[in-house]
T-cell receptor, first 114, second 107 residues
Framework: EAGVAQSPRYKIIEKRQSVAFWCNPI?????LYWYQQILGQGPKLLIQ????????DSQLPKDRFSAERLKGVDSTLKIQPAKLEDSAVYLC????????????FGPGTRLTVL | QKEVEQDPGPLSVPEGAIVSLNCTYS??????FMWYRQYSRKGPELLMY????GNKEDGRFTAQVDKSSKYISLFIRDSQPSDSATYLC???????FGQGTTLQVKP
């Protein structure tokens, strides 16, 4: 079974630029999550999708972050404009159910904002 | 007060040692507790989960929950260099992670 795929793996941008991350979840998984993991911290949930609908985006900084999951499969997370404090690893995860049961994580995208 | 607190370490032990990793949580309503392992430059992977109080054993790993003191633990017996990673405790539901403890097992 293929795992969660993410791209790019690394991205370096300057502040105020925009950036987008892509995630392809495990086939058949209805629930998709985006997390932000700042160095030395645990992952923090940004947004949760159930199929192509948003379940929870309470911790998503909506003035600069946006996410979509068209057709209930792949998802993109965008930051515009980026700030220095956005430097982090952005993790995508998927699960077969949305109740917090086992989530399978991708390798993450490491973003550096200069 | 953070919902889940975890000592970030780092923790360094010799090969074969027994390792104890711990977390505390604030909300007594939490019922499901999980441990994830994260290798460097990888995403977290689920190691174990427990429900309510008690112990759960899986090979060299034992997860323990003490709801009276809001304390969760992960014990690793006969630790191996391949166990070197960051261990994250988490509360199931909207997954709430602790800070993670970085463990290094020296050969």
């Amino acid at each position: 079974e293929a795992g969660v795929a993410q791209s790019p793996r690394y991205k370096i941008i300057e502040k105020r630029q925009s950036v987008a991350f892509w995630c392809n979840p495990i086939s058949g998984h209805a629930t998709l999550y985006w997390y932000q993991q700042i160095l030395g911290q645990g992952p923090k949930l940004l947004i949760q999708f159930q199929n192509n609908g948003v379940v929870d985006d309470s911790q998503l900084p909506k003035d600069r972050f946006s996410a979509e999951r068209l057709k209930g499969v792949d998802s993109t997370l965008k930051i515009q404009p980026a700030k220095l404090e956005d430097s982090a690893v952005y993790l995508c995860a998927s699960s077969s159910r949305g109740d917090g049961n086992e989530q399978f994580f991708g390798p993450g995208t490491r973003l550096t904002v200069l | 007060q953070k919902e889940v607190e975890q000592d970030p370490g780092p923790l360094s032990v010799p090969e074969g040692a027994i390792v104890s990793l711990n977390c505390t949580y604030s909300n007594s309503a939490f019922q499901y507790f999980m441990w994830y392992r994260q290798y460097s430059r990888k995403g977290p992977e689920l190691l174990m989960y427990t429900y309510s109080s008690g112990n759960k054993e899986d090979g060299r790993f034992t997860a323990q929950v003490d709801k009276s003191s809001k304390y969760i633990s992960l014990f690793i017996r006969d630790s191996q260099p391949s166990d070197s990673a960051t261990y994250l405790c988490a509360i199931r539901g909207k997954l709430i992670f602790g800070q993670g403890t970085t463990l290094q097992v020296k050969p």
